[in-house]
């Protein structure tokens, strides 16, 4: 009775030892993850690039579940500008594409989804392949100046993080 509870013990501790095959899934997945200062410095960022073209906007940088991270609002850009970057920058960070490639599903039934803005002015962000969040932006008086206010501000961040990486 005690071989066969060794032998047994012997083959658990075997198979937990055992590596994860190609084709076989691991049990976690490890996920790199925006820190709330990269995301307060890339809001910051945003808004500095949108006054420098002489625009008060709302801005909303969301982690990789689209969640948000940091929201601000420059000193006189109305308020419905916080509500339309976060749902600019949530279908962003749904569709891993610049809002400005949704347009065209705006008026389908994902685009009608609440919370969900698909027009131009959001950017997802991605380091090295990985995806960490997407930033939105409001208040310009187009998309294509907030989604270049959006790009603008970030990059400089992503590509400190970048470096940082390698």
């Known amino acids: 009775m005690k071989k066969q509870?060794?032998?047994a013990l012997a083959a658990?501790?075997?198979?937990a030892q055992t590596p994860v095959y190609a084709g076989e899934e691991a049990a976690v997945v490890p996920l790199k993850k925006m820190t709330l200062?990269?995301?307060?410095?890339?809001?910051?960022k945003v808004i500095e690039a949108c006054r420098l073209k002489g625009v008060q906007i709302g801005v909303t940088v969301m982690d990789r579940d689209g969640i948000p991270q940091?929201?601000?609002r420059d000193t006189v850009a109305p308020p419905i500008t916080l509500t339309i970057s976060k749902g600019k920058a949530y279908a962003a960070a749904m569709f891993r594409v610049p809002s400005s490639q949704l347009s065209q599903r705006a008026q389908s039934p994902?685009?009608?989804?609440?919370?969900?803005?698909?027009?131009?002015?959001?950017?997802p962000l991605e380091v090295g392949g990985i995806f960490?969040?997407?930033?939105?932006?409001s208040g310009a008086p187009s998309g294509e100046t907030d989604?270049?206010?959006a790009k603008e501000g970030a990059q400089g961040v992503l590509d400190e993080l970048e470096m940082s990486m390698m």
């Open 70 to 72: 940091a929201i601000l």
């Open 37 to 44: 200062k990269t995301a307060s410095t890339i809001a910051h």
């Open 147 to 149: 989604e270049a206010c």
């Open 132 to 137: 960490l969040g997407s930033v939105g932006v």
């Open 5 to 7: 509870i060794v032998i």
């Open 110 to 123: 994902i685009g009608r989804v609440p919370g969900v803005v698909m027009s131009a002015g959001a950017i």
């Open 12 to 15: 658990a501790a075997i198979l």
